[in-house]
């Protein structure tokens, strides 16, 4: 019962100087990664929703991307990190979705509590870093956990320690924090596919900027809260079921930097686990100029579908959590984009005509062909097998760092325009450097 103290004590003790110099380049990237997408989810109805309520409050702490009018610390992170995952092009981890979580709450306390980017650079790789350790106490099982959304569920402790560490919280402080925001975390799996999907990121984010700042004016919780009995493990993330649970397993790791190796940034906006696929489905195109109406007939084969990912795509949100609308949009249009999952794209004749043609199959003898399955077609009168592999952009398959910059520009062009994309691109690829975030966040509330 002592791991919330061992935990508070190493997340003080993170200084940019103790993380390997891969580690510091991820995490910049993830950085600006989400603040792209997020820019890019301007606009979309989750965030146009969530801004319209807090519009109704009064306050001028904190910056909403995209928006000149401020508001307050955790609703500012309640809208960047809906905005975030609106589109579900943000990255993935071992813990879910990592940034959506982590940089509203790094934005909204970094900005008030006035810090320097390099500590916003290092708040962000506390979060990260007792995300994975929170990960690793739990085996993750088919349906995420007992059908929660590991993001929700994980997110609201990591935006605690963000924001924690840049209010300075000591150590039992933080381990308030985080009592208190074990009682906000959830989000369940069956949102998938809707416009909450989007607000688990939003409301993770905002539960943990909420949580800090309570712990910070003396509000109390458990200080074992999250391995105590009826605790946040226990209640939470296990559901009673412990078979498997292991504390030590998050402790014994400690001192030991993930990002690098965990860090999964996501080329097409949707649901990661469809990512291998659409690579597989736009190869196909390439290799035989096979297109839609050639199809009679594809499986798709994964050695393990998960529950969660078998939402029917009935337009827009829906589309984005399943196999079969993006691989036959890869082969139709040769690009999975953001009007990809559009409703006028999804109501397109050759859609309507051709989708129901598509099959997704659980079929543990498929990752004989590739390790996460197998498209199998029948067109033009033969059969092909085309394997899906680990898609690029997981940790196993970097992308360069020019692409990521190049992914943020084409997000944040559209909200913010060119130039100051290109220039807060700039600004964000060097942001230890910075002695505050605040230019960078005064250039992004401005639409062009």
């Given at each position: 019962?002592?791991?919330?103290?061992?935990?508070?004590q190493?997340v003080?003790?993170?200084?940019l100087?103790?993380?390997?110099?891969?580690?510091?380049?991820v995490?910049?990237?993830?950085?600006?990664?989400?603040?792209?997408?997020?820019?890019?989810g301007?606009?979309e109805?989750?965030?146009v929703?969530?801004?319209?309520?807090?519009?109704?409050?009064?306050s001028?702490?904190?910056?909403?991307?995209?928006?000149?009018?401020?508001?307050?610390?955790?609703l500012a992170?309640?809208?960047?990190?809906?905005?975030?995952?609106?589109?579900?092009?943000?990255?993935c981890?071992?813990?879910?979705h990592p940034?959506?979580?982590?940089?509203?709450?790094?934005?909204a306390?970094?900005e008030?509590?006035?810090?320097?980017?390099?500590?916003?650079?290092?708040?962000?790789?506390?979060g990260?870093?007792v995300?994975?350790?929170l990960?690793?106490i739990?085996?993750r099982?088919?349906?995420?956990?007992?059908?929660?959304?590991?993001?929700?569920?994980?997110?609201s402790?990591t935006s605690?320690?963000?924001?924690g560490k840049?209010?300075?919280?000591?150590?039992?402080?933080?381990?308030?924090?985080w009592g208190?925001?074990a009682?906000?975390?959830?989000g369940?799996?069956?949102n998938?596919?809707?416009?909450?999907?989007p607000?688990?990121?939003?409301?993770?984010?905002?539960?943990?900027?909420?949580?800090?700042e309570?712990?910070?004016?003396?509000?109390?919780?458990?200080l074992?809260?999250i391995?105590?009995?009826?605790?946040?493990?226990?209640?939470?993330?296990a559901a009673?079921?412990?078979?498997?649970?292991?504390?030590?397993?998050?402790?014994?790791?400690?001192?030991?930097?993930h990002?690098?190796?965990?860090?999964r940034?996501?080329?097409?906006?949707?649901?990661y686990?469809?990512?291998?696929?659409i690579d597989a489905a736009?190869?196909?195109?390439e290799?035989?100029?096979?297109?839609?109406?050639?199809?009679?007939?594809?499986?798709?084969?994964?050695?393990?579908?998960?529950?969660?990912?078998?939402?029917?795509a009935?337009?827009?949100?829906?589309?984005?959590?399943g196999y079969e609308?993006?691989?036959?949009?890869?082969i139709?249009?040769?690009?999975?984009?953001?009007?990809?999952?559009?409703?006028?794209?999804?109501k397109?004749?050759?859609?309507r005509?051709?989708?129901?043609?598509f099959?997704t199959l659980e079929d543990?003898?498929?990752s004989?062909?590739?390790?996460?399955?197998?498209?199998?077609?029948?067109?033009?009168g033969?059969?092909?097998?085309?394997?899906?592999?680990?898609?690029?952009?997981?940790?196993?398959?970097?992308?360069?760092?020019?692409?990521?910059?190049?992914?943020?520009?084409?997000?944040?062009?559209?909200?913010?325009?060119?130039?100051v994309?290109?220039k807060t691109?700039g600004?964000?690829?060097k942001?230890?450097?910075?002695p505050?975030?605040?230019?960078?966040?005064?250039l992004?509330?401005?639409?062009?």
């Amino acid at each position: 019962m002592e791991f919330g103290l061992t935990l508070a004590q190493y997340v003080s003790n993170i200084t940019l100087d103790k993380v390997p110099q891969r580690d510091i380049d991820v995490a910049k990237l993830a950085i600006m990664d989400q603040i792209g997408v997020a820019l890019a989810g301007v606009g979309e109805d989750p965030g146009v929703k969530v801004q319209a309520m807090v519009d109704r409050c009064t306050s001028n702490e904190a910056t909403v991307l995209g928006n000149p009018r401020k508001t307050s610390t955790w609703l500012a992170a309640l809208v960047n990190g809906t905005l975030g995952h609106t589109l579900d092009f943000d990255d993935c981890s071992s813990f879910g979705h990592p940034s959506v979580v982590l940089v509203p709450a790094m934005l909204a306390t970094g900005e008030t509590q006035k810090r320097s980017g390099r500590e916003l650079l290092e708040a962000y790789i506390a979060g990260y870093e007792v995300g994975e350790a929170l990960s690793r106490i739990v085996p993750r099982r088919p349906d995420q956990f007992h059908g929660l959304h590991s993001t929700a569920m994980f997110g609201s402790l990591t935006s605690a320690t963000v924001s924690g560490k840049l209010m300075g919280l000591e150590a039992t402080q933080q381990r308030h924090a985080w009592g208190i925001a074990a009682s906000h975390s959830g989000g369940i799996t069956g949102n998938f596919g809707t416009h909450t999907k989007p607000l688990h990121g939003g409301t993770a984010s905002q539960a943990g900027v909420m949580a800090a700042e309570l712990a910070l004016n003396g509000f109390e919780a458990n200080l074992n809260a999250i391995d105590g009995p009826l605790g946040y493990i226990y209640s939470v993330v296990a559901a009673s079921r412990m078979e498997g649970v292991d504390i030590a397993k998050a402790t014994n790791d400690l001192g030991n930097w993930h990002i690098a190796d965990t860090w999964r940034m996501k080329k097409f906006p949707c649901g990661y686990i469809a990512q291998g696929a659409i690579d597989a489905a736009l190869r196909l195109r390439e290799q035989t100029g096979i297109k839609l109406h050639d199809i009679t007939a594809c499986e798709i084969r994964v050695p393990h579908l998960q529950p969660y990912f078998r939402v029917k795509a009935q337009g827009e949100f829906s589309g984005k959590f399943g196999y079969e609308y993006p691989v036959a949009s890869a082969i139709q249009d040769g690009y999975v984009i953001k009007s990809t999952f559009s409703d006028a794209a999804f109501k397109r004749a050759e859609m309507r005509d051709h989708l129901p043609r598509f099959k997704t199959l659980e079929d543990p003898a498929s990752s004989q062909y590739g390790p996460l399955g197998v498209l199998v077609i029948e067109a033009l009168g033969k059969t092909i097998y085309q394997p899906i592999e680990i898609p690029v952009g997981d940790c196993k398959r970097p992308v360069p760092p020019s692409y990521v910059v190049d992914k943020y520009i084409t997000n944040a062009s559209e909200v913010v325009g060119e130039s100051v994309a290109r220039k807060t691109a700039g600004m964000l690829q060097k942001i230890e450097t910075l002695p505050s975030i605040q230019p960078v966040l005064e250039l992004l509330s401005k639409r062009a």
